[in-house]
T-cell receptor, first 115, second 117 residues
Framework: GAGVSQSPSNKVTEKGKDVELRCDPI?????LYWYRQSLGQGLEFLIY????????KSGLPSDRFSAERTGGSVSTLTIQRTQQEDSAVYLC?????????????FGSGTRLTVV | AQKITQTQPGMFVQEKEAVTLDCTYD???????LFWYKQPSSGEMIFLIY????DEQNATEGRYSLNFQKARKSANLVISASQLGDSAMYFC??????????????WGLGTSLAVNP
């Protein structure tokens, strides 16, 4: 597709349930990022994938969070045993190879609400 | 430690006037990039403008310009001739180019801009 696609756009889940968030980056973009934006806050880095290299997971807030990227394309962010503090907008972004001056292209995000 | 500071939680501007949104940054790296993004109420994050640390000219993109003062570590966004559609959150972000392979951005908390008719 022409842009970064994220699904679902909205997700309401009960505390303790697992959720999966999906990101389909722009074709040819080797770098993929997940960020979290809590209400009224800036973006918090979660995880970074670059081609076939090992991902940088340094931003994941707990071991309940994990992500994978299959075939260098689609990525899934999984949150296990969700807590109310996980409620946020989860944004995915991708960028082409090289130190692009044009930053990332972001998806529209998944708004997660844990009740 | 990396840090982006946006000191203006909210700003108001009259339509057709210019407005400056402040951003200061802190880094010990010599090579870095500075970005501004716009986030309307719909939620998408829209890239506006980029300034590289070695760029001698201030970046401009249409009505957006970046007032880059390297010695003061500031990268203020100037929006000229404000339009009602400019009402949004504006985020300043920094990428440190020496941070290995990870080109993650460090983000400020944003400035909410309201354009009055």
């Amino acid at each position: 597709g022409a842009g970064v696609s994220q699904s679902p756009s909205n997700k309401v889940t009960e505390k303790g349930k697992d959720v999966e968030l999906r990101c389909d980056p722009i074709s040819g973009h080797t770098a993929l990022y997940w960020y979290r934006q809590s209400l009224g806050q800036g973006l918090e880095f979660l995880i970074y994938f670059q081609g076939n290299s090992a991902p940088d997971k340094s931003g994941l807030p707990s071991d309940r969070f994990s992500a994978e990227r299959t075939g260098g394309s689609v990525s899934t962010l999984t949150i296990q045993r969700t807590q109310q503090e996980d409620s946020a907008v989860y944004l995915c972004a991708s960028s082409p190879p090289g130190r692009s001056a044009y930053g990332y292209t972001f998806g529209s995000g998944t708004r997660l609400t844990v009740v | 430690a990396q840090k982006i500071t946006q000191t203006q939680p909210g700003m108001f501007v009259q339509e057709k006037e210019a407005v400056t949104l402040d951003c200061t940054y802190d880094t010990s790296d010599q090579s870095y990039g500075l970005f501004w993004y716009k986030q309307p109420s719909s939620g998408e994050m829209i890239f506006l403008i980029y300034q590289g640390s070695y760029d001698e000219q201030n970046a401009t993109e249409g009505r957006y310009s970046l007032n880059f003062q390297k010695a003061r570590k500031s990268a203020n966004l100037v929006i000229s001739a404000s339009q009602l559609g400019d009402s949004a959150m504006y985020f300043c972000a920094m990428r440190e180019d020496n941070a290995g392979n990870n080109r993650k951005l460090i983000w400020g908390l944003g400035t909410s801009l309201a354009v009055n008719p």
